[in-house]
């Protein structure tokens, strides 16, 4: 088996055992990129030879006894989104598409204390702005299980770069679904944590008040060992929550016995395929065979969490990306005579087809006369969608639900028809209404080969009871025996 092959914690322990060095991990990555870049797209910037130079001085370090991290040298990918300093942050977009960030975001800084070592910036939807990573102005990314398919958005880059071994995990964002989608397309494990368990600072804002950073990884047991890793307080961010830190890693523990889910019938009911559907029923069955006690739900405001999450998150959208003018950085036109020109052709010409059709709608719905019948009344929807995921936290300890209505599409077949696109969310949007965390797990393969993933809801701060359930069907099933179309590729 390849060291590329193996998850975070199998690298660690080797590594613990003396059995490889971290310069080898670091030039297996390298290799791996190198072989298998032109085919999946997955990078907008490839740092693995920089990489390969900072493993071997943190390898001599950590020799010498400076350096005790057990993640020293154990490398990551990065969503372009997420500032890294001195290398560019594009977010997918010709707006910024020769911005090098002069800073780090906290969850960069984190990862640098721990000596860790970053293989590259992961494309995107631009701005995050999609569900299949093919509105980056770069390339189109493809799935690792079938490169004819999409791998997802926005955090697709992330997700098919973990899928085909070439990042060991990597971190992603979620605004409506933008890591659980993708990694249930490629067959890898997407956490969308608690709002604000994250800091958000350093993170190219979308949607403010939905963002979240969060894990894409082999498997569960690496997922919470990175939330460790990410999570916690930050003064930088307001919206930072001072909790009590845990440690995820604690509560990887095979037993449901007693846990009580909850399968709300609006998530499994139209739109929903038929192969998706069944897959998950037979998870409901796999975790009653497990202890678990298992009940249909309702959620009644369901149907109305998509067109709320559109309103809400163009809205912020319009607001965030007013910043990008031409004037202070990012793209600016050769074409003007004046500062309206600035504004009007750099706006018009940086940015791509979805991020102006979301900005359109966002200005419209906070407009005088619309704000009122649009913004205001998603707000108190968003209220509604609150109080009816606490009624069911009441009862239930997690639910349970499909994480996409389908499995990966074929690249070009859903880009020219928004409204089909948007659909692809609607599974995953109400929980960042709600703020609550996600984990998507891989359960099963379709008739056609492509993965299925189950996602698993948790109240506010719950991620132990999601890491728990999460692990426990994980080691009592077999899926991570399957593997991509994709040759040489785990998972």
């Not at 072989?35 to 950590?62: C, G, L, P, R, W």
């Not at 409901?284 to 202890?291: F, I, Q």
Request: hydrophobic letters at 35%; charged letters at 25%; aromatic letters at 10%.
């Amino acid at each position: 088996m390849e060291l590329y092959e193996l998850t975070v914690h199998e690298l660690v322990d080797k590594l613990d055992k003396k059995e490889i060095t971290i310069t080898d991990i670091a030039k297996s990555y390298s290799e791996r990129i190198e072989s298998k870049e032109k085919d999946v797209e997955a990078f907008v910037t490839v740092t693995a030879e920089d990489a390969v130079n900072k493993a071997k001085k943190i390898e001599e370090e950590k020799n010498a006894g400076k350096i005790d991290s057990k993640l020293a040298g154990i490398p990551i990918g990065i969503k372009d989104n997420i500032c890294v300093k001195g290398v560019k942050t594009t977010c997918s977009s010709k707006m910024l598409e020769n911005f090098v960030s002069p800073y780090n975001a906290t969850v960069i800084d984190k990862i640098n204390n721990e000596n860790m070592v970053v293989l590259g910036k992961l494309n995107m939807d631009e701005f995050a702005m999609g569900a299949s990573t093919e509105y980056s102005y770069f390339k189109k990314t493809k799935n690792p299980w079938d490169l004819n398919r999409v791998p997802g958005g926005s955090s697709g880059g992330s997700a098919a770069a973990v899928a085909a071994n070439m990042v060991p995990w990597a971190l992603g964002s979620d605004t409506g679904g933008s890591i659980r989608q993708p990694s249930s397309f490629c067959g890898v494990v997407g956490l969308k944590p608690t709002y604000g368990l994250v800091s958000r600072y350093g993170v190219v804002a979308f949607a403010s008040s939905l963002d979240q950073i969060g894990p894409i990884t082999k498997d569960v047991t690496d997922s919470a060992m990175l939330l460790n890793l990410i999570s916690g307080y930050d003064e930088k961010d307001s919206t930072s929550l001072d909790i009590e830190k845990k440690d995820y890693t604690k509560s990887l523990v095979n037993d449901v016995k007693g846990l009580k889910i909850g399968l709300p019938k609006e998530y499994f009911g139209e739109g929903i395929d038929a192969e998706v559907k069944k897959a998950v029923m037979e998870v409901a069955k796999k975790y009653e065979e497990m202890g678990a006690i298992v009940k249909e739900c309702s959620m009644s405001v369901a149907d109305y969490a998509l067109a709320t999450y559109y309103i809400i998150a163009c809205a912020e959208a319009s607001s965030n990306l007013g910043r990008f003018d031409g004037i202070r950085y990012g793209y600016r036109t050769k074409e003007f005579s004046n500062l309206k020109d600035i504004y009007i052709n750099s706006r018009t010409e940086g940015f791509g087809e979805e991020v102006k059709r979301r900005i359109m709608l966002g200005t419209y719905v906070l407009s005088s006369g619309y704000y009122d019948a649009y913004y205001k009344k998603a707000q108190k929807v968003r209220s509604v969608v609150k109080k009816e995921f606490d009624k069911l936290f009441s009862e239930f300890d997690v639910l349970l639900t499909p994480t996409s209505p389908t499995v990966a599409f074929n690249i070009g077949t859903r880009s020219n028809n928004p409204l089909q696109m948007y659909l692809a969310d609607i599974c995953t949007v109400s929980v960042n209404i709600g703020g609550l965390p996600a984990i998507s797990v891989p359960c099963s393969l379709n008739s056609e080969g492509m993965p299925i993933g189950f996602q698993l809801i948790g109240n506010h701060f719950s991620e132990d009871t999601l890491f728990k359930t999460a692990y426990t069907y994980e080691q009592n099933t077999n899926f991570r025996e399957n593997k991509p179309k994709f040759v040489g590729a785990r998972y």
